[in-house]
């Protein structure tokens, strides 16, 4: 799917930032075939990326790709451009960023000695001013066989510092890992579940990088100065499985996205098994069709005053409505959970 359809489409889209409900505004949910590089880029390599890491990051399907509706990052051994292990580490640097919101993926994790995958963003400013400088948080992270993941943020005060927080999680199951982010603070959270805050609020203790754009990597680390190296116990190849990566907004109601028209209203989205549209008198009998993903038609219907729509049947992810008539036609985007 095309960058500037996306585009299009999130400028029909009326946001609000206020209270604390969150309305969609960006996702991934890995539905398709292969990795979708208008959302990605992979970055390559094996220079040990800071950390002394030992994989060299490619941008091969042995080492990323789609299955089952999930992205399956794969860390395997084998020699390959002078590096005893491959795996995958890709951004969204230029493609997307955020400055506040809130951002998450749900994921199962691999563990063993020297794995270290990980869920984070960065300073969309990065190539410019360098790390720490740029800032970074780190929305989840793991290492070896712990029984908990972390979550921390990096910064400039006249040198590289940090703060973060931990909570026991079995990683082997799949969790939502949440990044909460505003003018005031950074709030980590698996499953809903708050465990840890950070202050930002007026630049706190020179905290001004971590109100700028921000850009996503989800990346499979192995071996490196935190985990250590791989040894007899550790067992390849070994997977971090990513259902879905999303981005949320701020909004007053979280029932409801209007058309900046103010003519059309879905709601409740997300949503589990029904959707209501509401419309002016003047769309009444417009067509309307919802189509998945890939682009393929799952209903065709028309519009009255409030047509409700039953989706519990529709499989899990995101889906698009498109209105017509004889003059014009509007888009509208909702997630099936």
């Not at 070896?144 to 199951?173: A, P, R």
């Not at 203790?205 to 490196?224: K, Q, S």
């Not at 909004?251 to 509401?278: G, H, V, Y």
Request: charge should be negative; proline fraction near 3%; charged fraction near 20%.
């Amino acid at each position: 799917m095309k960058k500037n359809f996306w585009l299009a489409l999130f400028l029909l889209i009326f946001i609000k930032n206020d209270a604390q409900n969150w309305n969609l505004v960006w996702s991934d949910e890995f539905d398709g075939t292969t990795v979708n590089t208008d959302n990605w880029n992979f970055e390559t390599g094996g220079n040990g990326w800071g950390n002394n890491e030992l994989e060299y990051y490619t941008d091969r399907s042995d080492n990323a790709t789609i299955l089952n509706g999930n992205l399956i990052i794969v860390a395997k051994e084998e020699s390959y451009q002078g590096n005893n292990y491959t795996s995958a580490r890709m951004n969204t640097l230029g493609l997307q960023s955020w400055t506040y919101g809130k951002i998450e993926a749900r994921m199962k994790l691999p563990s063993g000695q020297g794995m270290w995958p990980a869920f984070w963003i960065m300073g969309e400013d990065f190539p410019q001013v360098g790390w720490p400088k740029c800032g970074e948080v780190d929305i989840m992270e793991h290492i070896n066989n712990d029984t908990k993941i972390e979550g921390t943020m990096h910064w400039d005060y006249n040198g590289h510092v940090q703060s973060g927080g931990s909570v026991t999680c079995d990683v082997s199951q799949y969790h939502v890992y949440s990044l909460e982010w505003d003018k005031n603070a950074f709030i980590w959270l698996v499953d809903g579940k708050q465990y840890f805050t950070g202050s930002i609020a007026n630049n706190i203790n020179g905290t001004d990088e971590f109100h700028a754009p921000f850009f996503i990597i989800l990346n499979l680390a192995v071996g490196g100065n935190w985990p250590g190296n791989p040894d007899n116990t550790t067992t390849f190849p070994d997977t971090m499985f990513v259902d879905y990566v999303r981005v949320y907004e701020q909004s007053t109601d979280i029932k409801k996205i209007k058309a900046k028209s103010n003519s059309i209203s879905i709601f409740p989205n997300p949503t589990t098994n029904k959707l209501i549209i509401q419309a002016n008198n003047s769309l009444k009998n417009q067509k309307f069709e919802i189509v998945n993903v890939l682009g393929k038609n799952i209903l065709y219907g028309e519009l009255e005053n409030q047509t409700d729509i039953d989706i519990s049947q529709f499989s899990k992810g995101v889906y698009f409505i498109k209105f017509s008539n004889d003059s014009k036609s509007e888009i509208r985007k909702f997630v099936k959970e």
